[in-house]
């Protein structure tokens, strides 16, 4: 079984900056896609970035991409979402997700992933 519990999320004013965590326990991730997935109120879930836990290589959401930054540390088991220029459409729950059979083509189905965190909220203000 895999746990994910993200931490990080908070009220920022746009432009400004937030690290969002997501740390995961249970089962080794050497074969792990795990990626971050935001909702905001009224909307469907939608993909934010990606990584494969021991292949190199990040992917983006277009909406995000120059502005946020996800990275991994393989000793503290935690992926991060750094997250830059904040805007006030960035206000969601951000997830994180996890599952071992997932490749590029398929990294942004949220259907795709097994495992879930509970949520962590990002709220930008204007």
Same mark, same amino acid.
């Given at each position: 079984?895999?746990?994910?519990?993200? $931490?990080?999320?908070?009220? *920022?004013?746009?432009?400004? $900056?937030?690290?969002? $965590?997501?740390?995961? =326990? %249970?089962?080794?991730? &050497? &074969?792990?896609?795990? +990626?971050?997935?935001?909702?905001?109120?009224?909307?469907?879930?939608?993909?934010?970035?990606?990584?494969?836990?021991?292949?190199?290589?990040?992917? /983006?959401?277009? +909406?995000?991409? %120059?502005?946020?930054?996800? @990275?991994?540390? /393989?000793?503290? #088991?935690?992926?991060?979402?750094?997250?830059?220029?904040?805007?006030?459409?960035?206000?969601?729950? /951000?997830?994180?997700?996890?599952? &071992?059979?997932?490749?590029?083509?398929?990294?942004? #189905?949220?259907?795709?992933?097994? /495992?879930?965190?509970?949520?962590?909220? *990002?709220?930008? @203000? =204007?």
């Amino acid at each position: 079984q895999v746990q994910l519990v993200e $931490s990080g999320g908070g009220l *920022v004013q746009a432009g400004g $900056s937030l690290r969002l $965590s997501c740390a995961h =326990s %249970g089962r080794t991730f &050497s &074969s792990y896609t795990i +990626s971050w997935f935001r909702q905001a109120p009224g909307k469907e879930r939608e993909f934010v970035a990606g990584i494969r836990w021991n292949l190199a290589g990040t992917y /983006y959401a277009d +909406s995000v991409k %120059g502005r946020f930054t996800i @990275s991994r540390d /393989y000793t503290k #088991n935690t992926m991060f979402l750094q997250m830059n220029n904040l805007k006030p459409e960035d206000t969601a729950v /951000y997830y994180c997700a996890a599952d &071992s059979r997932i490749g590029i083509a398929t990294m942004r #189905n949220l259907g795709e992933y097994s /495992y879930w965190g509970q949520g962590t909220q *990002v709220t930008v @203000s =204007s």
